[in-house]
């Protein structure tokens, strides 16, 4: 959605990666202006997409450019709306799939019945809006909410490396040895 919003262009996000933009952009905008159809509405699922929405961006985009008069890559003016609605929308979606998540573990006594922890990291996981939501889910639902500090959630192989330094300080279990371990970097 940066992208084809073309966010580099914009003075206030130039130096942003995209998903840093949209959340910039989106703390000044109005989300209620565009409303955005969630996702997977029909399969009653833990399952995350978003090429759904995506494309329903996408042709939101394509016609507030026609209503604007401007080609694409140009700013819209609304840009900022865009970006507070498709924000909601994404946390929408990821709230309802993570709270069915919960519910399914909760039924099937997958999570202890005390000190259940909903652990978020990744990209998503250095949304402040997204992780508001998220406490708020895990609040009403007793769980704990455990998120990297955003710095480390935004590099895989930082984030990865966060986690073995839990799983050390943990006593969990972390390989010690790489022998007859095969990898091939890229």
């Known amino acids: 959605v940066a992208r084809r919003l073309s966010l580099r262009k914009h003075p206030e996000c130039h130096s942003m990666a995209g998903g840093k933009a949209i959340e910039h952009l989106a703390q000044t905008g109005n989300q209620e202006l565009l409303t955005f159809r969630l996702p997977m509405r029909q399969y009653r699922n833990c399952d995350f997409s978003f090429s759904g929405l995506q494309n329903v961006v996408n042709n939101a985009i394509v016609q507030k450019e026609k209503e604007e008069g401007i080609q694409e890559g140009e700013i819209l003016s609304c840009v900022k709306d865009v ?18 998540a919960m519910l399914f573990c909760i039924k099937n006594s997958i999570l202890p019945s005390k000190n259940a ?13 997204i992780r508001k939501v998220l406490q708020n889910l895990a609040d009403a639902n007793d769980f704990a909410l455990l998120c990297p500090p955003p710095r480390l959630c935004t590099d895989n192989g930082v984030m990865i490396a966060w986690n073995g330094i839990e799983r050390l300080r943990a006593g969990l279990g972390v390989l ?11």
């Open 176 to 186: 010690h040895s790489t022998a007859g371990v095969r990898y091939e970097p890229r």
């Open 117 to 129: 922890t909903l652990v978020v990291s990744g990209g998503v996981a250095s949304n402040q809006y």
């Open 83 to 100: 970006a507070a609605a498709v924000q909601h929308a994404v946390a929408v979606h990821i709230i309802q799939r993570t709270y069915r």
